[in-house]
């Protein structure tokens, strides 16, 4: 440009001298002057379109572009905004003291940070997306009728199909961790601060949903095994029951082993008056030996003796009588001790499954919201400075990186 300058200061020059000259034989000073601006100006607009032919690799490699780039983005170019959101997946907090409470803590802490990429990472894919689709009709949020054309979807350049519209949905949905605090930070970005803020809302809610859901499988994959194993106890524990029912039903008795207890008192009361009137009568035979009341006490011996003879039978079984405890107490001396093993088993599963429960409520997680769906005041994109100048800086390097290898390629031709 300087160059170009300099010749027209010159030509201006002659021309003013030739002006002077003419002007010193006609005498019109007027005209002169007139025609003397008229010629500058047609020169200078002569000589900048010959710049730029000499310099047209430059316009078309670094200035057009520029151009383009500047005149989408100040008068096509759609505001967006960004909405955004921070969460933390955490487990329930524990009152624990002491080295093994630091531990724990850890732990806890450590588990929470994976729960929350689980949920970031649902929050990035297609199963979130369908979810958007059909609460908040996000084809709908990105192709509102004040999007542009290149921004919106589908546009000019883009296919109208699922994963195009989740490659973009990618770009416009950004979910991060924090790796020192554990928070998750969310931002939605979309043609309408409304918009932004509700598709961080949606998401924010399925992210719960997500949690809810993995607190639900794994509580019922921590009782389901213990919560079996005590519905087979109690259903054994009803059958030994309905077992000792008809058995008691079917001997006529209700405890064998209560109703031998009285009779075994008979039998022994029974054996302390026979050994007292067999004392009795042999102190009477040795004193009179032909009184009458012998008789007495020898039916009075015999009848004792058929009472506990009768009553053995009763208890022991013997001579094969069918009215003897002993096989009635053996059937059900099994159904009891059969329903008091029962009975301990369930005990110990009612308290593993105490335990299990009180486990799966130590492992239960939940979503803190550390900071609500912001709703934006001002749009965040596109950056029309920054954007600009990277485009200049850009398309700059790829010209002068052009220059020097047709530069180069010019001297090795001539070497």
Known sequence: MGDTASEVESEGRMIFSQERNIELSSGSAKSTIRYLGEYVVNGLIMKVPRWFRKQWMFSVVVLFPTLLVASYLWFFAS???????????????LNSSGFGGMVGLLEANHGGTQDTYAVQDYMMSRDALRMLIQKVDLRAVFSRSYADFLAKFPSIVTRND?????????THVKAQI??????????????????????A???????????????????????????????????????????????RYSNETIDPMKQAVPMMGTALSLEA??????????????????????KVYAQRIASIQTQMKNAQAHITGHEMNSGSLVPKLLGYDELAVKKTIIEKKLAAETTAL????????????????????SLPDYAAYPRTAVFIVLTFITMLIFYVIGSLLVSGAKEHTLQ
Request: glycine share 2%; no cysteine.
């Open 79 to 93: 505001p967006q905004y960004v909405s955004e959101t921070h969460f933390l997946v955490r487990g329930k907090s």
């Open 162 to 170: 699922f994963e195009s519209f989740y490659s973009f949905y990618l």
């Open 178 to 199: 924090d790796e020192e605090t554990g928070i998750s930070h969310l931002k939605v970005r979309t043609f309408s601060a409304e918009d932004s803020q509700k598709v």
């Open 201 to 247: 809302q949606a998401l924010l809610d399925a992210g719960e949903k997500l949690v809810n859901e993995m607190n639900d499988r794994q509580r019922y994959n921590t009782l389901h095994a213990v919560q079996s194993e005590l519905d087979v106890t109690l259903k054994e524990l009803h059958e030994t029951e309905m077992q000792l029912a008809a058995y």
């Open 273 to 294: 008056t026979l050994s007292m009137m067999e004392a009795e009568k042999k102190q009477l035979d040795l004193t009179a030996p032909h009184s009458p009341l012998r």
């Open 354 to 373: 105490e335990m299990a429960k009180a486990q799966a409520d130590r492992q239960m997680l939940y979503v803190t919201v550390v900071a609500q769906p």
